[in-house]
T-cell receptor, first 118, second 111 residues
Framework: DTGVSQDPRHKITKRGQNVTFRCDPISEHNRLYWYRQTLGQGPEFLTYFQNEAQLEKSRLLSDRFSAERPKGSFSTLEIQRTEQGDSAMYLC????????????????FGPGTRLTVL | QKEVEQNSGPLSVPEGAIASLNCTYS??????FFWYRQYSGKSPELIMFIYSNGDKEDGRFTAQLNKASQYVSLLIRDSQPSDSATYLCAVLAGGYQKVTFGTGTKLQVIP
């Protein structure tokens, strides 16, 4: 399977614990995005990387959240001291933007990691 | 004003009818527009993208873009019950900026 993969698919944790999620993008894609999605809402942008550089973080991303993409391939998203409000689906997407006119950036999503904080 | 707005629905159409899904956006510099389909409990999957004014057709799907009105729509012809899902509109603004998603419109196709 050459699509975007995420691990784990489901995570149940107790409030206050730390969790880490992994995303493996499509191999030639240089951009990697993290989103959070709650019921009835569209994907909410968290952060994105171009190669290993983290180019933008959402203002909504508290200091309990950190993401890395150390070698420009897979990425990890860590949530420290989880809270019940962190319960959501965490989606990863990758893309290979075309430096064309107009600009295009077609993202392909992984299956997501569903986090439940008890 | 939200950057990308969609009516949350649900939009109910009978099987075989045309479903029309609408999206407006606020950034006039937006260059590319995407429609994703998301089944309940699943991740979004790309249906099509458009960047030129006018219509773009792909099978039963037609995307329509009107940059002057800052409006993009998706038409689904011959709607099937399997088309029942949430449809997300996404917009890429000018420059290397992030894609912004709307909250989605839930479509129900009634057999």
């Amino acid at each position: 399977d050459t699509g975007v993969s995420q691990d784990p698919r489901h995570k149940i944790t107790k409030r206050g614990q730390n969790v880490t999620f992994r995303c493996d993008p499509i191999s030639e894609h240089n951009r990697l995005y993290w989103y959070r999605q709650t019921l009835g809402q569209g994907p909410e942008f968290l952060t994105y990387f171009q190669n290993e550089a983290q180019l933008e973080k959402s203002r909504l991303l508290s200091d309990r959240f950190s993401a890395e993409r150390p070698k420009g391939s897979f990425s990890t998203l860590e949530i420290q001291r989880t809270e019940q409000g962190d319960s959501a689906m965490y989606l990863c997407a990758s893309s290979l933007p075309r430096d064309s006119k107009p600009l295009t950036d077609t993202q392909y999503f992984g299956p997501g990691t569903r986090l439940t904080v008890l | 004003q939200k950057e990308v707005e969609q009516n949350s629905g649900p939009l109910s159409v009978p099987e075989g009818a045309i479903a029309s899904l609408n999206c407006t956006y606020s950034d006039r510099g937006s260059q590319s527009f995407f429609w994703y389909r998301q089944y309940s409990g699943k991740s979004p999957e790309l249906i099509m993208f458009i960047y030129s004014n006018g219509d773009k057709e792909d099978g039963r799907f037609t995307a329509q873009l009107n940059k002057a009105s800052q409006y993009v729509s998706l038409l689904i012809r011959d709607s099937q019950p399997s088309d029942s899902a949430t449809y997300l509109c996404a917009v890429l603004a000018g420059g290397y900026q992030k894609v912004t998603f709307g909250t989605g419109t839930k479509l129900q196709v009634i057999p």
